[in-house]
């Protein structure tokens, strides 16, 4: 079985700029999740979807950062203008339904932003 | 939670030896809880998962303990090695939320061959 797909895998790019991030979840999840981790800390919930509607957007910072999904399948996180405190590692996860016991969060490998 | 930076926790052990890493968690009401393995440049690799209403749950070399009186969490493995060396997280699900997974300070094991 596929795991969550995400790309671009690396991005460089100078503050003020704009980057876009895609990610495919696992076949057949419903629920999607944009991660933040930056380094040396646990990932932080940016937003949940479920399925092409927004659960949970509450950490998201929203005067840069938007996101969509608008088939309910795939999904885009987009960053403009990035700030240099924006370089982390954006991980997309997916699950069957909303993460309880039963329905595991399957993380992508992530998209490592580098911001100067 | 605390940001430790790039001051991550860290256990060394040998090769062949258990592994106990430990977690301390912050909501009494919540009610699952995960333990994810990052490799360097990876992304979290689901381990094993525990909810509320036990206390203990096997897996393969994995066995995850769940003391709910002190809010505290551990993930041991048996006969530890080398493929085994990685950062771990708990992570934790509030009763109620969205299914948002809150993720505690990592650990990073290293194995000595």
């Known amino acids: 079985e596929a795991g969550v797909a995400q790309s671009p895998r690396y991005k460089i790019i100078e503050k003020r700029q704009s980057v876009a991030f895609w990610c495919n979840p696992i076949s057949g999840h419903a629920t999607l999740y944009w991660y933040q981790q930056i380094l040396g800390q646990g990932p932080k919930l940016l937003i949940q979807f479920q399925n092409n509607g927004v659960v949970d957007d509450s950490q998201l910072p929203k005067d840069r950062f938007s996101a969509e999904r608008l088939k309910g399948v795939d999904s885009t996180l987009k960053i403009q203008p990035a700030k240099l405190e924006d370089s982390a590692v954006y991980l997309c996860?997916?699950?069957?339904?909303?993460?309880?016991?039963?329905?595991?969060?399957?993380f992508g490998e992530g998209s490592w932003l580098t911001v100067v | 939670g605390e940001s430790v930076g790039l001051h991550l926790p860290t256990l060394s052990v040998q090769e062949g030896d258990n592994s106990i890493i430990n977690c301390a968690y912050s909501?009494?009401?919540?009610?699952?809880f995960i333990w994810y393995k990052q490799e360097s440049g990876k992304g979290p690799q689901f381990i094993i998962d525990i909810r509320s209403n036990m206390d203990k749950r096997q897996g393969q070399r994995v066995t995850v303990l769940l003391n709910k009186t002190v809010k505290h969490l551990s993930l041991q493995i048996a006969a530890t090695q080398p493929g085994d060396s990685a950062v771990y997280f708990c992570a934790e699900k509030w009763r109620g939320s969205q299914g948002n997974l809150i993720f505690g300070k990592g650990t990073k094991l290293s194995v000595k061959p």
């Open positions: 996860a997916s699950s069957l339904a909303p993460g309880h016991a039963g329905n595991t969060i399957y």
């Open positions: 909501n009494s009401a919540s009610d699952y």
